[in-house]
Protein backbone atom coordinates (compact mmCIF):
# COMPACT_ATOMS: atom_id res chain seq x y z
CA UNK A 1 0.00 0.00 0.00
CA UNK A 2 1.20 3.84 -1.01
CA UNK A 3 2.32 5.12 2.60
CA UNK A 4 4.09 7.54 4.53
CA UNK A 5 6.78 5.55 6.69
CA UNK A 6 8.63 6.72 9.75
CA UNK A 7 12.26 5.42 11.55
CA UNK A 8 12.20 5.05 13.70
CA UNK A 9 9.10 4.85 15.93
CA UNK A 10 10.89 5.49 18.80
CA UNK A 11 14.47 7.30 19.53
CA UNK A 12 16.08 8.07 22.38
CA UNK A 13 19.08 10.52 22.52
CA UNK A 14 21.72 12.41 24.99
CA UNK A 15 21.86 16.03 25.42
CA UNK A 16 23.77 17.29 23.13
CA UNK A 17 24.38 14.04 20.47
CA UNK A 18 23.05 14.44 17.19
CA UNK A 19 20.17 12.56 15.82
CA UNK A 20 18.53 11.79 12.11
CA UNK A 21 14.92 10.61 11.95
CA UNK A 22 13.82 9.46 8.20
CA UNK A 23 10.28 9.47 6.20
CA UNK A 24 10.02 8.05 3.31
CA UNK A 25 7.30 7.58 0.95
CA UNK A 26 5.72 5.59 -1.97
CA UNK A 27 2.99 7.87 -3.04
CA UNK A 28 5.55 10.35 -5.00
CA UNK A 29 4.63 13.39 -3.98
CA UNK A 30 6.32 15.98 -4.30
CA UNK A 31 5.70 18.14 -1.10
CA UNK A 32 7.42 16.89 2.49
CA UNK A 33 6.57 18.44 5.33
CA UNK A 34 8.18 18.09 8.94
CA UNK A 35 6.48 18.92 12.15
CA UNK A 36 7.00 18.91 15.59
CA UNK A 37 4.29 17.96 18.08
CA UNK A 38 4.93 18.59 21.52
CA UNK A 39 2.81 17.08 24.06
CA UNK A 40 -0.88 18.46 24.23
CA UNK A 41 -0.34 21.17 21.43
CA UNK A 42 -0.92 20.82 17.92
CA UNK A 43 1.93 20.19 15.30
CA UNK A 44 3.99 22.89 14.52
CA UNK A 45 5.71 23.09 10.76
CA UNK A 46 9.43 23.25 11.30
CA UNK A 47 10.35 23.18 7.34
CA UNK A 48 9.32 21.78 3.79
CA UNK A 49 10.23 20.23 0.57
CA UNK A 50 8.19 21.82 -2.69
CA UNK A 51 10.46 18.94 -4.75
CA UNK A 52 13.84 20.10 -3.82
CA UNK A 53 13.10 23.33 -2.96
CA UNK A 54 13.88 23.98 0.48
CA UNK A 55 11.80 25.66 2.61
CA UNK A 56 12.31 26.77 6.54
CA UNK A 57 10.11 28.33 8.93
CA UNK A 58 11.21 31.96 10.32
CA UNK A 59 10.78 30.88 13.89
CA UNK A 60 12.86 27.34 13.36
CA UNK A 61 15.78 27.16 15.35
CA UNK A 62 19.23 26.27 13.57
CA UNK A 63 19.27 23.13 15.87
CA UNK A 64 17.09 21.68 13.02
CA UNK A 65 18.48 20.97 9.86
CA UNK A 66 16.93 18.73 6.65
CA UNK A 67 17.72 17.00 3.66
CA UNK A 68 15.81 15.33 0.89
CA UNK A 69 18.63 13.22 -1.06
CA UNK A 70 15.69 12.23 -3.69
CA UNK A 71 11.31 12.19 -4.06
CA UNK A 72 11.11 9.36 -1.67
CA UNK A 73 12.95 10.07 1.07
CA UNK A 74 13.53 13.28 3.52
CA UNK A 75 15.81 13.63 6.81
CA UNK A 76 15.40 15.70 9.98
CA UNK A 77 18.94 16.04 11.58
CA UNK A 78 18.81 17.72 14.80
CA UNK A 79 22.61 18.57 15.79
CA UNK A 80 22.76 19.37 19.43
CA UNK A 81 18.73 17.77 21.19
CA UNK A 82 18.00 19.73 24.13
CA UNK A 83 15.72 18.67 26.73
CA UNK A 84 12.94 20.96 24.95
CA UNK A 85 13.51 19.26 21.62
CA UNK A 86 11.60 15.82 23.02
CA UNK A 87 8.30 15.59 20.94
CA UNK A 88 6.60 14.03 18.31
CA UNK A 89 8.11 14.22 15.07
CA UNK A 90 5.78 13.92 12.31
CA UNK A 91 6.43 13.78 8.43
CA UNK A 92 3.81 14.49 6.19
CA UNK A 93 3.36 14.20 2.02
CA UNK A 94 0.84 16.00 -0.43
CA UNK A 95 0.95 15.73 -3.72
CA UNK A 96 0.65 18.16 -6.99
CA UNK A 97 1.14 21.81 -6.66
CA UNK A 98 -2.56 22.13 -5.92
CA UNK A 99 -3.51 23.98 -2.26
CA UNK A 100 -6.59 21.40 -1.66
CA UNK A 101 -4.65 18.34 -1.47
CA UNK A 102 -4.61 16.39 1.50
CA UNK A 103 -1.43 16.35 3.38
CA UNK A 104 -0.85 12.19 4.30
CA UNK A 105 0.85 12.06 7.98
CA UNK A 106 3.28 9.15 9.07
CA UNK A 107 2.73 7.54 12.06
CA UNK A 108 5.40 9.68 13.58
CA UNK A 109 8.75 9.49 15.46
CA UNK A 110 8.65 10.06 18.92
CA UNK A 111 11.96 11.43 20.63
CA UNK A 112 13.40 11.31 23.94
CA UNK A 113 16.28 13.52 25.16
CA UNK A 114 17.75 12.20 28.72
CA UNK B 1 1.71 35.68 10.12
CA UNK B 2 -1.70 32.95 10.10
CA UNK B 3 -3.10 32.42 13.23
CA UNK B 4 -6.62 29.64 14.37
CA UNK B 5 -7.94 29.97 17.28
CA UNK B 6 -10.17 26.78 17.86
CA UNK B 7 -12.76 26.44 20.83
CA UNK B 8 -13.40 24.71 22.94
CA UNK B 9 -10.09 23.28 24.52
CA UNK B 10 -12.06 20.54 26.39
CA UNK B 11 -15.85 19.27 25.39
CA UNK B 12 -17.26 16.32 27.41
CA UNK B 13 -20.99 15.17 25.80
CA UNK B 14 -22.94 12.03 26.45
CA UNK B 15 -22.96 9.22 23.44
CA UNK B 16 -25.75 9.97 21.03
CA UNK B 17 -25.67 13.94 21.64
CA UNK B 18 -24.08 16.35 19.02
CA UNK B 19 -20.30 18.08 19.35
CA UNK B 20 -19.53 21.36 17.78
CA UNK B 21 -16.23 22.71 17.71
CA UNK B 22 -15.57 26.28 16.33
CA UNK B 23 -12.51 27.64 14.60
CA UNK B 24 -11.61 31.30 13.30
CA UNK B 25 -8.89 32.34 11.36
CA UNK B 26 -6.91 35.97 9.95
CA UNK B 27 -5.42 35.42 6.28
CA UNK B 28 -7.65 36.03 3.53
CA UNK B 29 -5.70 33.77 1.36
CA UNK B 30 -6.69 30.62 3.71
CA UNK B 31 -8.66 28.47 0.57
CA UNK B 32 -8.77 25.11 2.12
CA UNK B 33 -9.63 23.69 6.06
CA UNK B 34 -9.14 20.38 7.25
CA UNK B 35 -10.34 18.71 10.37
CA UNK B 36 -8.40 15.93 11.56
CA UNK B 37 -8.52 13.55 14.46
CA UNK B 38 -5.63 12.14 16.25
CA UNK B 39 -6.13 9.22 19.19
CA UNK B 40 -3.33 9.60 21.74
CA UNK B 41 0.32 8.74 20.44
CA UNK B 42 -0.83 8.58 16.71
CA UNK B 43 -1.14 10.34 13.52
CA UNK B 44 -3.37 13.24 12.69
CA UNK B 45 -5.95 11.90 10.70
CA UNK B 46 -8.09 13.82 7.94
CA UNK B 47 -12.04 12.93 8.88
CA UNK B 48 -13.17 16.15 6.64
CA UNK B 49 -11.58 19.06 4.84
CA UNK B 50 -13.95 21.71 2.87
CA UNK B 51 -12.59 24.05 0.27
CA UNK B 52 -13.38 28.09 0.41
CA UNK B 53 -16.19 28.08 -2.77
CA UNK B 54 -18.46 25.54 -0.78
CA UNK B 55 -20.33 27.05 2.45
CA UNK B 56 -20.99 23.66 3.93
CA UNK B 57 -19.81 19.74 3.59
CA UNK B 58 -21.11 16.60 5.04
CA UNK B 59 -20.32 13.08 5.29
CA UNK B 60 -22.68 10.54 7.45
CA UNK B 61 -22.14 12.12 10.69
CA UNK B 62 -20.18 14.59 10.35
CA UNK B 63 -20.34 17.99 8.64
CA UNK B 64 -18.07 21.03 8.50
CA UNK B 65 -19.63 24.73 7.69
CA UNK B 66 -17.42 27.70 6.53
CA UNK B 67 -18.08 31.33 6.76
CA UNK B 68 -15.58 32.80 4.57
CA UNK B 69 -16.81 36.57 5.45
CA UNK B 70 -16.68 36.22 8.71
CA UNK B 71 -13.77 34.19 8.65
CA UNK B 72 -14.99 31.09 10.80
CA UNK B 73 -15.50 26.96 10.25
CA UNK B 74 -16.89 24.74 12.67
CA UNK B 75 -16.77 21.17 12.75
CA UNK B 76 -20.43 18.83 14.07
CA UNK B 77 -20.69 15.23 14.94
CA UNK B 78 -23.79 14.17 15.44
CA UNK B 79 -24.88 11.21 17.16
CA UNK B 80 -21.76 10.67 18.81
CA UNK B 81 -20.57 7.29 19.94
CA UNK B 82 -17.27 6.51 22.84
CA UNK B 83 -15.08 5.79 19.79
CA UNK B 84 -15.05 9.88 18.66
CA UNK B 85 -13.41 10.52 21.63
CA UNK B 86 -10.22 12.07 20.64
CA UNK B 87 -8.12 15.21 20.18
CA UNK B 88 -9.65 17.29 17.14
CA UNK B 89 -7.34 19.78 15.05
CA UNK B 90 -8.85 22.25 13.08
CA UNK B 91 -6.63 23.46 10.31
CA UNK B 92 -6.27 26.13 7.39
CA UNK B 93 -4.26 26.04 4.24
CA UNK B 94 -2.71 29.31 2.92
CA UNK B 95 0.12 28.71 -0.01
CA UNK B 96 0.40 25.02 0.98
CA UNK B 97 1.47 25.20 4.40
CA UNK B 98 -1.02 24.37 7.49
CA UNK B 99 -1.40 26.19 10.38
CA UNK B 100 -3.71 24.47 13.50
CA UNK B 101 -5.77 25.34 15.87
CA UNK B 102 -5.04 24.34 19.12
CA UNK B 103 -7.08 21.12 19.48
CA UNK B 104 -10.30 20.14 20.93
CA UNK B 105 -10.10 17.36 23.37
CA UNK B 106 -13.45 15.21 22.68
CA UNK B 107 -14.74 12.81 25.54
CA UNK B 108 -17.63 10.97 24.39
CA UNK B 109 -19.59 9.31 27.83
CA UNK B 110 -21.39 6.44 27.09
Known amino acids: DAMVIQNPRYQVTQFGKPVTLSCSQTLNHNVMYWYQQKSSQAPKLLFHYYDKDFNNEADTPDNFQSRRPNTSFCFLDIRSPGLGDAAMYLC?????????????FGPGTRLTVL | GENVEQHPSTLSVQEGDSAVIKCTYS??????FPWYKQELGKRPQLIIDIRSNVGEKKDQRIAVTLNKTAKHFSLHITETQPEDSAVYFC?????????FGQGTILTVHP
Open chain 2, 27 to 32: DSASNY
Open chain 2, 91 to 99: AENSYGKLT
Open chain 1, 92 to 104: ATKGASGSYNEQF
